[in-house]
């Protein structure tokens, strides 16, 4: 075998450790679904967080009329113990939330996917047949997310511009227009300097005798300790 000298092998592991340095923490997500009436939307994200080594999870219930947070919403959990996994991190929180948690019966449909690690399509623009029935009897919905540069709140002044976006509902079929969603006129401290934003996915739900509901899932870069890190957020509504 090859030997190298002791300063080239020096200087690979340096490398080596500046690669690892820049892997960010990019949570995972659970999709929880809708309650029985579409009112109420969960969702988890779960990591371990970069620098520490924390397993962390956060749960959010919506209320999908309003697209605010409701039920006692955010249930968050850190767990400052390099010993504890993630799986102890969502089981705090699963007994935080409580019984709250028995309302979300129907997971609804994931209709369209954006995967982190895809490459090749474009991540500000989403479109999908809104259930799977074949063929289609549904018009088919499309969103598309524009991206705002809004002015940096004292801690994210270091980091230059911060992002807020704009959330377009495209026509698709005769007579529709192109809607605004949600336009972001500052940026919520809890983002913690976000400095991009692409869809993750798209998630249906038809409630008996009332109008089909979604929530689109977006996930959201930010600034962390060893690069960007990968948090989500919901916009819901009905259609």
């Known amino acids: ?80 113990d390099e010993t504890k996994t993630i799986f102890d991190a969502r089981e705090e929180v699963r007994i935080l939330a409580g019984p709250v948690m028995k309302s979300f019966e129907h997971r609804g449909n994931i209709v369209a996917t954006h995967r982190a690690t895809q490459l090749g399509i474009d991540t500000k623009r989403i479109s999908a047949n809104p259930r799977l029935v074949i063929p289609p009897i549904d018009n088919a919905i499309e969103f598309r997310l524009e991206e705002i540069t809004l002015p940096s709140s004292e ?13 377009l509902k495209i026509g698709t079929s005769d007579g529709d227009g192109t809607i605004t969603l949600h336009e972001d006129k500052s940026i919520p401290e809890t983002r913690n300097c976000p400095l991009q934003y692409d869809f993750a996915d798209v998630v249906t739900y038809y409630p008996k005798g009332q109008s089909p509901v979604f929530a689109i899932l977006i996930r959201m870069q930010t600034v962390g300790f060893e690069g960007s890190n990968g948090r989500f957020l919901a916009i819901t509504g009905r259609f």
């Open 155 to 167: 801690n994210c002044n270091a980091f230059g511009s911060v992002k807020g976006f704009r959330l």
């Open 1 to 80: 075998m090859k030997q190298f000298p002791a300063f080239i092998t020096s200087i690979l592991m340096l490398l080596s450790a500046c690669f690892i340095a820049n892997a960010g923490d990019f949570a995972k997500r659970e999709i929880h679904g809708f309650s029985l009436d579409g009112g109420l939307f969960a969702f988890e994200e779960y990591g371990v967080h970069d620098g520490s080594g924390f397993p962390y999870s956060n749960l959010y219930i919506i209320d999908t009329a309003t697209d605010q947070w409701t039920a006692g919403s955010p249930f968050q959990a850190r767990l400052d």
